[in-house]
């Protein structure tokens, strides 16, 4: 349960400082006075109830407010130490962020195309060269196996959990600096659980990953430090050892863990 | 426990019964005019049916010979206002889909294109010779008739293809938007692919409506007789629906098969129409991708 926690290097370096975020949904607050920071190549969970914010605060990250009618962000989010808010070209920014949905979305495309959609938008047109893109996401989603003879189906047709890898393929062909995983293994078998899980922790070398969760034992397998979100406030940011180990600084974020509410 | 059917149960299932046969018999009531009217017109028209009735123009003063002029004019006609209406009408749709944030701009055009929908075709009519027989000066001419006609499907045009477009599902647009698509990206890769089916449909459709219409050309653009095909866009043409108008109303002596066989002729168009959209949404509809 701990091992991963050791032999890894987080540089230290902070990826993300979130600073006084408030997030609105026209008059009504749904996140506010988060202060937090992300660390370079380290896991960072993300627990608590329904509508806590938690989601809210992932697309803040990737700025989708800016998608979104009547969302409202206020505050600072540094990401690689520039103001989102100062990023002229909000679409850069999204390539160098994957985002991972709750229900897996496999777009209407085949297979292949559904990996080499990023690229292609980036401008990549070369066939061999889309084709090692996709292999290689294919192959670290854990996918590769299942579905080499029928690249060109439908990735829509795939199963739920094969979706779901696919939509991790798909955010890995971005090759983002930044994963953000909201709450993926809903729809996903256990197994298909683990393997994801296997999946990021194999990645965590190579990217920094923000896990919002609402198995709080996922938080607990993968996660270096753990953020308690609840009612629009975060409760408690602490390495996910301590927050299982009853050393949690606040009395609800025990209760959480021990399922004692919510 | 023993699980008897209550009075109240009983009484339900008989009340569910009686419902359904209402509706049912109600449905069926709507079919009956569609049938009555080609079967009236199989009967009355047929015997102007004929190759040459196809391929040759009104002779005598219109109380003989076929329909050649008026239908190559209606096809003029229809292929014009198409060629207006689609690229106008898609572009509309795909702004108001894809782009157009929900402020007072949005609502007023959207307002605006279902006034549009709801004018009466004469009063389009009469906007044609207004704006562009007159004051575009096309005169009265295919150009104006067809612009005419493009102008009053383009509201339809519209909702049609925003119904397709809205149909593909969110999730799709925000898992691009996420990876760094533009808007623009989104709507090539994933959204007009997956509506393109629904947004064809819609325009056949609208084809075949706009192929029995009268008012709207008879000011601007359709005329009474030629017995020549026209030369450019800025010439006058026949046009079926004017024809069937003139010959059952305006011209003396016209033998009674006549009219009824342009009018079968019409109407086999705007079924033919139909079954094609209708066979083609059955055929993408087995494609579904999800």
Known sequence: MVDHAQNRQTTGVPKIIVKDLMILYGNKTILRDVNLEIKENEIFGIIGPANSGKTSLLRALNRMDDMTAGMKVTGDII??????????????????????????????????????????????????????????????????????????????????????????????????????????????????????????????????????????????RLADRTAFFLKGECVEINETEKIFTRQAKDPRTMDYVEGRFG | MTFEATELNIRNKKMEKLFRILFLMMTLLLILPVLIIICLLLAEGHEALSVDFFLTAPQNGMTAGGIFPALVGTLWLVAIALLVSVPLGVAAALYLSEYAPDNWLTRIINLAIVNLAGVPSIVHALFGVGAFVLFFGFGTSILAASFTLAIMTLPVVIVSTRESLQAVPLAFREACWNMGATRWQTIRHVVLPNSISGILTGIILEVSRSVGETAPIMFTGAAFFLPFLPQSVFDQTMALSLHLFVISTQVPGVPEH?????????????????????????????KKKW
């Open chain 1, 79 to 220: 990401f690689s130490g520039k103001r989102l808010q100062a990023w002229k070209n909000l679409y850069a920014l999204r390539q160098r962020i994957g985002v991972v949905f709750p229900l897996p979305v496999g777009l209407p495309l085949s297979v292949f195309d559904n990996v080499a959609l990023s690229p292609r938008l980036r401008g990549i047109r070369n066939q061999a060269d889309l084709q090692v893109i996709v292999e290689r996401c294919l192959r670290r989603a854990a996918l590769w196996d299942e579905v080499k003879d029928r690249l060109h189906s439908l990735g829509s047709l795939l199963s739920g959990g094969q979706q779901q890898r696919l939509t991790i393929a798909r955010a890995l062909s971005q090759e983002p600096e930044l994963l953000l995983l909201d709450e993926f293994s809903i729809a996903v078998d256990p197994v298909t659980t683990m393997r994801i899980e296997d999946v990021l922790k194999e990645l965590r070398h190579e990217l920094t990953i923000v896990l919002v969760t609402n198995l709080v034992q996922q938080a607990r």
């Open chain 2, 258 to 286: 006549l009219p009824f066989g342009v009018a079968l002729v019409l109407i086999g168009i705007v079924l033919l129409l139909n079954s094609i959209s209708i066979a083609f949404r059955m055929y993408l509809r087995g």
